[in-house]
Structure formats: C-alpha cells, structure tokens
C-alpha cells in the first residue's frame, strides 16, 4: 500500500512552514523572515540611528521631509526542519489481519505525516532532514533542499514503511534519542517530533534538551483508536509489544472508565508541559486523515501557512 | 428476629468455593497490546488497598454472592416472631357458651365480639401454606370450617358463628381438635375463651395457647324457679344469685300468665344468693320471673335475667279403671288432684270403649288385655291369661302363674326411685312374656314390673295382684304410683322433666289422637312436626332458645289443644362469667402469655423473591459488561 498518491501531493504546494522562533538561516531561502533584511521586498521605515548603513537611507524621503529615514526590506531566508519519527514496536500497532496494514496503523500514518511536512519543507526551498530513530540505531535522509528532493524522500520513506511496519524487536528510550539528537545537530530550526510517546523514559527530558538548543518542536502526538478506548473486556493479561512487560487487569466497564481518567491525565500532563514551553502540541488518532490534521490542525497552530 | 433452621447457615461456607472459583477462574486471557503503560497505573491503582480488593469491586461476584446469601437464609427459615396470632396449621376452638355473651366488651361489645376478633386477627396472620380449623365449642362442639387457607371463607364461617345458651362441651371439643390434628405437621392449638373449662382436659397434641376474653365478673342471675302445689294454691321458689365481687340491688317481677303478679326489690351481698318465695294461684299456668339490676348495680349477661315455670296442672285427666273393685287405687286416685277416676267393672270389659269417651290413661286390674288397645297410656295389673279365641294382646303375653316371688332383680330406673322393693312381699304373680317392655322389677322365675312403649302409647306392667301383696300397705305404694303415674304422663304431649335447659332433648308423646303437631319458638317461629306412624315418641332438640315454647296438636275431633313447656338458663357456671387468665390442659397450666404463643412471620418467600430479583440483575449485569467510550475523546 502506497504511502502517497499524486493527486495528494499536490494539495500542499501552496503551503510553507513556519517557525516563531527559529534563528535566522544561512542562507538566502525564499521563505520571508519575520527579521527585517536586505532583500528588494520592501517591509517598513525607521528612524536613522548612527551606525546606520546609509546606503539603505532612503534619499527621496530625505530630500521631502528633510529628515533621514532608514528603508528596512524583509529579509528572506531558509529554515532547518527536522522530522523526528519513532520507529519502536509500539508504533507499529495495530497489527493489521493476514499481513497487512491495518488502516491505522500509527507508524505508516507517523511516515505519511513526515512525507507530508517534508515535502512542503522542499516546496518552500528548506533544509529538510528526516531521521526515522529507534533507542538500536537511526536512519537519516538528507539534509536536502529544493522540491528535486521530493521524489527520493518519498522513496525513502516508502522503503522504509516496508521495512518498519513488520514489526521486530526495536524500542525507544526518548530522552536519551532526543538528547543525543539534540546534541548532535549542526543546524536547530523546526523540529516535529512524530511519537506515541508510549515510552519507559521521560520525554520531557528529551524535549527540554532540544529547547534549550534552539529548536521550535512541533510535537505530534499519535495514538491508535484502539489505545484511546480500548474495546477489551473479561480478565486479561497485557503483554507489552515493546518490553514484553506483562499487566493483570480485569477489564469492565469501571475499569475502562478508569483507564480513560489515567489516559486523559496522561495525555493533559504532556499537553500542559508543551504549553509551558511553547511546544506546538497536537494529539491525532491514527484513523485521522493527514490531510485534517495538516491542514487544519497545525494550522491553528501556525505551524504551516 | 429468628431462625427456625439456623444450622442451614453453615451451607453460607458455600460462599467460599464461589470466591475461590472467582480466583481461579482470573487465569487471564493474554491479550498483547501497543504498551503496558497505561494500564500499569490501573493496575497499581486496583491492588493498592487490598488484596481482595478486585474480587470487592466484582459485581458478579457481589451479585452471587449475595443470592447465595439469600438462599442459605431462606433454608434457615427466619421468622418474625410476635404475641398476637399463630401460624402452622392453626386449630381455633372458640367457646361459644353462655356466658361468651357477657357485654363486658368495649363499648358493650359481647365477649363473644372480641373473641370473633382475636379469630380475624389469626385469620389475617395466615401465612401462605398455614391452614385453619375452626372449632366452635358450645353444647355441641361443631366444625364450621377446617383446614382451609381461603381468607374469605374462613371470615364468611365466623361472621356466621353465634354464641350458644348453653354450656360448652370442652371434653369433646378437645377430642375433635385432638382428632383434626392428627397427621398434620405442627398443629397449633388456639384456645379463645373466658375460662370456664373443666380442669380434666386432656393433653393435646402441638402446640396450645390461649387467648382469654372478657374483663368483668358482675352479674345477677335467676337460679333456679319452681312450683309445687300446696294445698289450694301453689308455692313458687325463685332464686337469684350475685355472681360478681360488689353487692348490687334489683328488682325481681314476677308475670303470671304475662300480667304483673308481684315486683320485689332485693339486695344481694357479693357472691350471695337471696331465695324468695311466693304464693301464687293454683290455676296459673305460666310465671315468668324478670331481674332487672338497679341503677349503679352492673349486671353484664342478661340471658340469665329471666326464667319460666310452667305448672300446667289445672287440666284435670281422665282415669278409666277396668276393674272389680281395687280400693288401694281408687284412694289414690282421689288423692291425686287434677285425676277424674270411673271405673268400669270387670265383667262390662267389652263395654269399655263406650264408657264416656276418651280417657288419659287407662288401668287394667286383673282383667284379660283386650286386643285392641286404647289410645292413651295404659297400667296394667295382674292381666290374666285369655280365653278362648278372646284376646290377649299379642305384645303381652300370660302364660301362668308363679308363687317363687322374692325379688333378686332391680333395674336403675327414675320409675323406682325412693321405694324399697326389699320390703315388700308378693304371694303370687303371672308369667308375662312381652318383648316390648323392659323389666325392672324381677324375682328368679319372672318379671315383677315391666315398664316401655307398645305402639307409641307408654305401658306400665304388675304382674301380681294388689290384693296378693303388701305393696299398697307399705309407705312405697302411693310413692311407686306417683312415679309410675308422672311417667306415663297421661294426657300430656310434652314428656315431664325438670326445666329443661337450652340444647335439651325435650320429648313429646304425642296423644294417639293427635293428628299434626305444631310447636311455636319463643321467637315466634313455628316447626311443624308430623306424627310418625309408628307412633313413637317425637324428640325435640330445637331448644337453643330461652323461654316457653308452645306445642299445639288437633286431634282427631278438630279440637286444637296446646301445652307448653319452658327451656330456662338455670346454669350457675355460665353465670359464673368472671374471666380467667389460665386454663389447665393435661397436667399444665396454659397461661395466656405471649411466651407461649408465638406467631411466626416466615421470610423465605420474601428471600427467594429477592435472591430471583438478584438473580435477573445479575443476568443483566453479564450481558452488559460492555464498553463505555470516555466522552472526552470524542474529539473525532
């Protein structure tokens, strides 16, 4: 099963990604900065002030009011985007029926959400990096720019749908991930984070770690429908996919009640800490479509324009 | 509350097995899912207070749990237990004797009223599966209703039940509720009564209680009432007795023949009796004596406050004597009053039908019975064998005479009461052979007296001659003859007795003339009696009532005669109305304390229903463990 079609891809031409509070890029992108520069693209006047280059005085308006103004021009640049998807087993979940997919399974709908940003990364000529990450190892593309890169991403990321969504033997540790991502990057700029964030460790760790480098984090949160309320029942022992970890629970209609307070809870804890932060959070069912959650949902968020 | 059963508790162990059961059976599904995360905090947060905490928040479990619980109570059969009204299989005997109807109820209600509502009480306290017998013990004990469930019957058979007049028959009411009991389980035997009964009562089996009625013990009675002739006039004896505890005043009157004769005043001290007599006419007929308790003076029965004496005796009846001459009679019969003697001689025997008409009672001394008998009562002395192809009698056969006549025989008959037979001396006497009369009098060869009924007419026998004895020298004579006389009753219909009292058994002889008879109740009710063929004595038990009843008869020549006949209370232990708490039954004492009467409300119907209702919310609960979807992630 295809991960993208045509006709989907080209829905997000018209579409940038922003960041608030990314550092400027090196080099000349065709985004429009919120910093003002020396592209043609005029933005604003201001007082002269000594030290001023007065090659940018704007001469006309010296010469009719007799006072000096400084023309200031929107300055255009480029933005790092890194694409972080969680690979662990838990991810790959639900298990679909006789091999295949199932509908929502999270990680393929994870690899289609980076797809989706990547591609419009390309589009607006950034430097799109995607890292596909496990706590054994990770794989990168890029980093890339120009909408040429669009077509190898796709095949990056179809090669490895095929590979990740068999599922194996692969967790996540999420603060040591991020810290040593965070580490390890050259360039901070927009980073979404794609996970179920269903993890041993302390994401907020990792998190806190990228922030303090400079990145502007996106956190897309995935959950499968059948994660956010179960449709179990009877007395049951929970294995874990991931550690193999086992949980005895009698599962009735008081008990899903209270897995959905503990759930709910969860999920506001997180929520509030990324508020704290200024961390763009959305939490997205995997049976969503990208198109709602893309266009709609991060757009509230002013993460894409 | 308690338990019949209480070791079917034991069986709530049960309750153990279905826990274990529960424990084992969380041998749980493995069920693999994305992470242990979440369901790591459930987890923690179920087995953090106990370890049976799981099985407290089971509903099923609670639920089984708890029709267990009710089952094992409903086998141990708990009970409310309160004083008033019993279950089982309830014997109910309720007096219904006289003084049942002392008014010493609330609001003047009759004893017999608050014992009827002890019965509805018991009846509303039936309980599914109890069953009722309901005795009513008067002179008769009968059975209106037994062993039934049916609420409105049993309410339809007591609202019938009324109070008798006379005393109750305890000794075989006991027999009947000792009877009725018989094969059932756990009979419970209800005695509902103001005292009065005998203390020889028998054990009875199950369980007995008693529930007294009644409060007070003031009341004033008429004892007793008689005439005896004296001389021109005749004595009347009345006696009126205070039953209660405090002295009280009355009055008595006295009507003869319903006009106002005489009016007294009396006072009679605490459990006295004041004896007061009067002089009244020879010719009265019917005296009726009225006590009526002054103001301040309590008297609760009134069925006791009114009595009748019937003296009857100014009719004067007609003796025909057959005979050559017997003197000893004759004087007799002059002494007598109310007797009109004619004798006929020995020879004109064939002239006897024609000599004046009809008589009372005819006497046959020493003559050949004819065969044709009169119609009316007969006496026959000496009857002598027949002859030729005349008579005897076919009933009384003479074969002979004998002179062995020492007396070696006496029957138990009122006929021979007050006389000595020992003294007296017969020389000879005549073989009578008939099968219809009874001897009561017999020397080793033959009958000496004989005494019964031939064709509906009363016979009285002497099978010597007068003459042929000392009988009518000895103090015995006119004595025997009174007795015999009084027995064959001539002329009368109602059969002498001394007051008869309510319940008696009154017996008419009707005159051989008689063609229907007609007796009038006290309340004005008439019973036709038809005479039976065979002429034998008609026995009327129809007395219940208090006062005179009227018997009217027309014999064969139109004329309608009537007598009468008064059933009094006479009863000094049902005037005796003071109530007890206790009676005696076998060798204890019944006291009515609530201990010794309990009334069981059982609850296991209620507990089966309720383990039912348990059970279907149970079925329910299975079938709708479903899934509940947390409303806030209906975020979609």
Same mark, same amino acid.
């Given at each position: 099963?295809?991960?993208?079609?045509?006709?989907?891809?080209?829905k997000?031409?018209?579409?940038?990604?922003?960041?608030?509070?990314?550092?400027?890029?090196?080099?000349?992108?065709?985004?429009?900065?919120r910093?003002?520069?020396?592209?043609?693209?005029?933005?604003?006047?201001?007082?002269?002030?000594?030290?001023?280059?007065?090659?940018?005085?704007?001469?006309?308006?010296?010469?009719?009011?007799?006072?000096?103004?400084?023309?200031?021009?929107?300055?255009e640049?480029?933005?790092?985007?890194?694409?972080?998807?969680?690979?662990?087993?838990?991810?790959?979940?639900?298990?679909?029926a /006789?091999?295949?997919?199932?509908?929502?399974?999270k990680?393929?709908?994870?690899?289609?959400?980076?797809?989706?940003?990547?591609y419009?990364?390309?589009?607006?000529?950034?430097?799109?990096?995607?890292?596909?990450?496990?706590?054994?190892?990770?794989? /990168?593309?890029?980093?890339?720019?120009?909408?040429?890169?669009?077509w190898?991403?796709i095949q990056?990321?179809?090669?490895?749908?095929?590979?990740?969504?068999?599922?194996?033997?692969?967790?996540t540790?999420?603060?040591?991930?991020?810290?040593?991502?965070?580490?390890?990057?050259?360039?901070?700029?927009?980073?979404?984070?794609?996970?179920?964030?269903?993890?041993s460790?302390?994401?907020?760790?990792?998190?806190?770690?990228?922030?303090?480098?400079?990145?502007?984090?996106?956190?897309?949160?995935?959950?499968?429908?059948?994660e956010?309320s179960?449709e179990?029942?009877?007395?049951?022992?929970?294995?874990?996919?991931?550690?193999?970890?086992?949980?005895? &629970?009698?599962?009735?209609?008081?008990?899903?009640?209270?897995?959905?307070?503990?759930?709910?809870?969860w999920?506001?804890?997180?929520?509030?800490?990324?508020?704290?932060?200024?961390?763009h959070?959305?939490?997205?069912?995997?049976?969503?479509s990208?198109?709602?959650?893309?266009?709609?949902a991060?757009?509230?968020?002013?993460?894409?324009? | 509350?308690?338990?019949?059963?209480?070791?079917?508790?034991?069986?709530?162990?049960?309750a153990?097995?279905?826990?274990?059961?529960?424990?084992?059976?969380?041998?749980?599904?493995?069920?693999?899912?994305?992470?242990?995360?979440?369901?790591?905090?459930?987890?923690? /947060?179920?087995?953090?207070?106990?370890?049976?905490?799981?099985?407290?928040?089971n509903?099923?479990?609670?639920?089984?749990?708890?029709?267990?619980?009710m089952?094992?109570?409903?086998?141990?059969?708990?009970?409310?237990?309160?004083?008033?009204?019993?279950?089982?299989?309830?014997?109910?005997?309720?007096?219904?004797?006289?003084?049942?109807?002392?008014t010493?109820?609330e609001?003047?209600?009759?004893?017999?009223?608050?014992?009827?509502?002890?019965?509805?009480?018991?009846?509303?306290?039936?309980?599914?599966?109890?069953?009722?017998?309901?005795?009513l013990?008067?002179?008769?004990?009968?059975?209106?209703?037994?062993m039934?469930?049916?609420?409105?019957?049993?309410?339809?058979?007591?609202?019938?039940?009324?109070?008798?007049?006379?005393?109750?028959?305890?000794?075989?009411?006991?027999?009947?509720?000792?009877?009725?009991?018989q094969?059932?389980?756990?009979p419970?035997i209800?005695?509902?009564?103001?005292g009065g009964?005998?203390?020889?009562?028998?054990?009875?089996?199950?369980?007995?209680?008693?529930?007294?009625?009644?409060?007070?013990?003031?009341?004033?009675?008429?004892?007793?009432?008689?005439t005896?002739?004296?001389?021109?006039?005749?004595?009347?004896?009345?006696?009126?007795?205070?039953?209660?505890?405090?002295?009280?005043?009355? &009055?008595l009157s006295?009507?003869?023949?319903?006009?106002?004769?005489?009016?007294?005043?009396?006072?009679?001290?605490?459990?006295?009796?004041?004896?007061?007599?009067?002089?009244?006419?020879?010719?009265?007929?019917?005296?009726?004596?009225?006590?009526?308790a002054?103001?301040?003076?309590?008297?609760?029965?009134?069925?006791?406050?009114q009595?009748?004496a019937?003296s009857?005796?100014?009719?004067?009846?007609? &003796?025909?004597?057959?005979?050559e001459?017997?003197?000893?009679?004759?004087?007799?019969?002059?002494?007598?009053?109310g007797?009109?003697?004619?004798?006929?001689?020995?020879?004109?025997?064939?002239q006897w039908?024609e000599?004046?008409?009809?008589?009372?009672?005819?006497?046959?001394?020493?003559?050949t019975?004819p065969?044709?008998?009169p119609?009316?009562?007969?006496?026959?002395?000496n009857?002598?064998?027949?002859?030729?192809?005349?008579?005897?009698?076919?009933?009384?056969?003479?074969?002979?005479?004998?002179?062995?006549?020492?007396?070696?025989?006496?029957?138990?008959d009122?006929?021979?009461?007050n006389?000595?037979w020992?003294?007296?001396?017969?020389?000879?006497a005549?073989?009578?052979?008939?099968?219809?009369?009874?001897?009561?009098?017999?020397?080793?060869?033959?009958?000496l007296?004989?005494?019964?009924?031939i064709?509906?007419?009363?016979?009285?026998?002497?099978?010597?001659?007068?003459?042929?004895?000392?009988?009518?020298?000895q103090?015995?004579?006119?004595?025997?003859?009174?007795?015999?006389?009084?027995?064959?009753n001539?002329?009368?219909?109602?059969?002498?007795?001394?007051?008869?009292?309510?319940?008696?058994?009154?017996?008419?002889?009707?005159?051989?003339?008689?063609?229907?008879?007609?007796?009038t109740?006290?309340?004005?009710?008439?019973?036709?009696?038809?005479r039976?063929?065979?002429?034998?004595?008609i026995?009327?038990?129809?007395?219940?009532?208090?006062?005179?009843?009227?018997?009217?008869?027309?014999?064969?020549?139109?004329?309608?005669?009537?007598?009468?006949f008064?059933?009094?209370?006479?009863?000094p232990?049902?005037?005796?109305?003071?109530?007890?708490?206790?009676?005696?039954?076998?060798?204890?004492e019944?006291v009515?304390?609530?201990?010794?009467?309990?009334?069981?409300?059982?609850?296991?119907?209620?507990?089966?229903?309720?383990?039912?209702?348990?059970?279907?919310?149970?079925?329910?609960?299975?079938?709708?463990?479903?899934?509940?979807?947390?409303?806030?992630?209906?975020?979609?």
């Amino acid at each position: 099963m295809r991960l993208f079609d045509e006709a989907a891809l080209h829905k997000l031409e018209q579409l940038t990604l922003t960041a608030d509070s990314v550092r400027v890029g090196v080099m000349k992108g065709n985004r429009r900065s919120r910093k003002r520069g020396a592209s043609v693209e005029f933005a604003d006047y201001r007082d002269y002030a000594q030290g001023d280059d007065l090659r940018r005085l704007d001469w006309n308006v010296f010469a009719r009011l007799e006072r000096p103004f400084i023309k200031l021009t929107q300055e255009e640049e480029d933005l790092a985007v890194h694409i972080l998807v969680d690979t662990s087993d838990s991810m790959s979940w639900p298990p679909g029926a /006789d091999g295949e997919i199932a509908p929502d399974h999270k990680l393929r709908f994870g690899l289609q959400l980076a797809g989706v940003l990547g591609y419009i990364g390309l589009l607006s000529g950034d430097l799109v990096s995607v890292t596909l990450f496990d706590s054994a190892g990770r794989r /990168d593309w890029g980093p890339f720019r120009g909408r040429s890169n669009g077509w190898p991403l796709i095949q990056f990321l179809e090669a490895n749908n095929q590979n990740l969504t068999n599922g194996g033997t692969r967790q996540t540790a999420l603060d040591l991930s991020l810290r040593d991502y965070a580490l390890r990057s050259r360039r901070p700029g927009l980073l979404f984070l794609i996970s179920d964030l269903l993890t041993s460790g302390d994401v907020r760790e990792g998190l806190n770690a990228l922030l303090s480098r400079g990145y502007e984090v996106v956190l897309l949160h995935v959950l499968s429908p059948g994660e956010l309320s179960p449709e179990l029942a009877g007395d049951l022992r929970l294995l874990d996919v991931e550690t193999g970890e086992a949980a005895e &629970v009698t599962l009735d209609a008081l008990a899903l009640d209270e897995y959905a307070t503990h759930l709910a809870t969860w999920q506001q804890g997180i929520s509030t800490f990324c508020g704290a932060r200024g961390i763009h959070y959305s939490l997205a069912a995997s049976d969503t479509s990208w198109e709602q959650l893309i266009l709609q949902a991060l757009r509230q968020q002013g993460v894409v324009r | 509350m308690s338990l019949l059963v209480p070791g079917a508790l034991i069986l709530g162990l049960l309750a153990a097995p279905i826990i274990l059961l529960y424990m084992l059976k969380l041998r749980r599904r493995d069920q693999v899912v994305s992470s242990t995360l979440l369901w790591q905090e459930l987890v923690k /947060d179920r087995t953090a207070n106990a370890p049976w905490q799981r099985l407290r928040r089971n509903l099923l479990l609670l639920l089984q749990l708890l029709i267990l619980a009710m089952l094992v109570l409903a086998l141990a059969r708990p009970y409310w237990q309160s004083s008033r009204g019993a279950n089982g299989n309830l014997i109910v005997l309720l007096d219904s004797s006289a003084s049942m109807q002392a008014t010493d109820g609330e609001a003047g209600a009759s004893r017999f009223v608050d014992a009827k509502a002890e019965v509805e009480r018991l009846i509303d306290g039936l309980n599914i599966g109890d069953q009722m017998t309901l005795v009513l013990v008067g002179r008769t004990p009968s059975v209106p209703i037994a062993m039934t469930n049916d609420r409105p019957l049993l309410r339809q058979a007591l609202k019938q039940a009324e109070p008798e007049n006379g005393s109750a028959d305890w000794a075989s009411a006991f027999i009947l509720a000792a009877t009725t009991s018989q094969g059932l389980i756990d009979p419970r035997i209800v005695i509902i009564s103001d005292g009065g009964l005998p203390e020889t009562l028998p054990a009875l089996p199950g369980e007995v209680a008693f529930i007294p009625v009644g409060r007070s013990d003031e009341n004033l009675a008429i004892t007793a009432m008689a005439t005896r002739p004296a001389g021109e006039a005749r004595d009347l004896l009345v006696s009126v007795a205070n039953k209660g505890q405090s002295p009280g005043q009355a &009055v008595l009157s006295l009507y003869i023949d319903n006009v106002l004769f005489d009016s007294q005043r009396i006072g009679i001290g605490a459990d006295q009796a004041s004896h007061l007599s009067w002089s009244v006419p020879a010719k009265a007929n019917m005296i009726e004596g009225r006590l009526e308790a002054m103001t301040g003076t309590i008297d609760h029965l009134a069925i006791d406050n009114q009595a009748w004496a019937i003296s009857g005796g100014q009719a004067t009846h007609r &003796v025909l004597l057959v005979s050559e001459e017997n003197l000893f009679l004759e004087r007799f019969f002059a002494i007598m009053p109310g007797y009109e003697l004619v004798r006929v001689p020995k020879s004109d025997i064939e002239q006897w039908p024609e000599a004046g008409g009809e008589f009372d009672l005819y006497i046959f001394d020493g003559v050949t019975i004819p065969e044709q008998l009169p119609t009316g009562s007969i006496l026959i002395i000496n009857p002598q064998p027949g002859t030729g192809t005349e008579g005897p009698h076919p009933a009384i056969q003479v074969t002979g005479s004998f002179t062995e006549t020492a007396i070696t025989r006496l029957a138990d008959d009122p006929l021979l009461t007050n006389v000595d037979w020992q003294a007296i001396n017969i020389a000879e006497a005549q073989f009578v052979s008939a099968p219809g009369l009874a001897t009561l009098v017999a020397s080793e060869t033959g009958p000496l007296v004989l005494a019964g009924e031939i064709d509906g007419r009363r016979v009285a026998l002497l099978t010597f001659d007068l003459h042929r004895s000392d009988l009518p020298l000895q103090i015995a004579f006119p004595v025997i003859m009174a007795n015999i006389v009084d027995w064959l009753n001539p002329g009368r219909v109602v059969a002498a007795e001394e007051s008869p009292q309510p319940g008696a058994v009154v017996t008419l002889i009707p005159n051989a003339r008689a063609e229907s008879i007609a007796i009038t109740h006290p309340d004005g009710t008439v019973t036709e009696i038809s005479r039976q063929e065979s002429g034998a004595p008609i026995l009327f038990n129809d007395t219940q009532q208090i006062g005179v009843y009227t018997v009217s008869y027309r014999i064969n020549s139109g004329e309608i005669r009537s007598e009468q006949f008064a059933i009094n209370f006479f009863n000094p232990e049902e005037s005796r109305i003071k109530p007890s708490d206790s009676v005696y039954i076998g060798s204890s004492e019944i006291v009515s304390d609530s201990d010794g009467f309990i009334r069981r409300w059982e609850l296991w119907p209620y507990l089966l229903l309720a383990g039912l209702c348990i059970l279907m919310i149970e079925w329910w609960a299975t079938y709708q463990r479903g899934i509940r979807r947390p409303p806030f992630l209906k975020f979609k």
